[in-house]
């Protein structure tokens, strides 16, 4: 099975490649878990409002608010991000990257 992203400036680039069953349980996993740290931070984050997380086959797509466009998080973003949002980080993903560096 292979599938297309959507380049987006400064987001993602465009490929197509397989995906295996074992990526997607893991971007799953990593979906579900991250949505859940989202739910909690969102009654603490004005910028949140409608923030999820979903599968998006060997990525991880986020939404912070209903009205904006969707992050593709690889899967070491998304692994990288669910530490911090589990150790207190209430904020996106680029916050929590700025402050690891």
């Known amino acids: 099975m292979s599938r297309i992203v959507k380049s987006m400036p400064g987001r993602n680039a465009t490929r197509s490649a397989p995906v295996s069953p074992d990526t997607t349980s893991d971007a799953l996993?990593?979906?579900?878990?991250?949505?859940a740290?989202?739910?909690?931070?969102?009654?603490g984050?004005?910028?949140?409002?409608?923030?999820?997380?979903?599968?998006?086959?060997?990525?991880?797509?986020?939404?912070y608010h209903s009205t904006?466009?969707?992050?593709?998080?690889?899967?070491a973003q998304a692994r990288a991000y669910l530490v911090r949002l589990q150790?207190?980080?209430r904020g996106p993903h680029w916050e929590a990257q700025e402050v690891r560096t």
Not at 37 to 43: D, G, M, N, Q, Y
Not at 68 to 73: A, G, K, T
């Open 29 to 35: 996993a990593l979906a579900l878990a991250i949505d």
């Open 37 to 43: 740290e989202l739910s909690r931070a969102a009654h």
């Open 45 to 63: 984050h004005p910028g949140f409002s409608g923030a999820h997380a979903r599968c998006a086959g060997d990525r991880v797509s986020v939404r």
């Open 68 to 75: 904006q466009e969707p992050f593709l998080l690889t899967l």
């Open 87 to 89: 150790t207190g980080h």
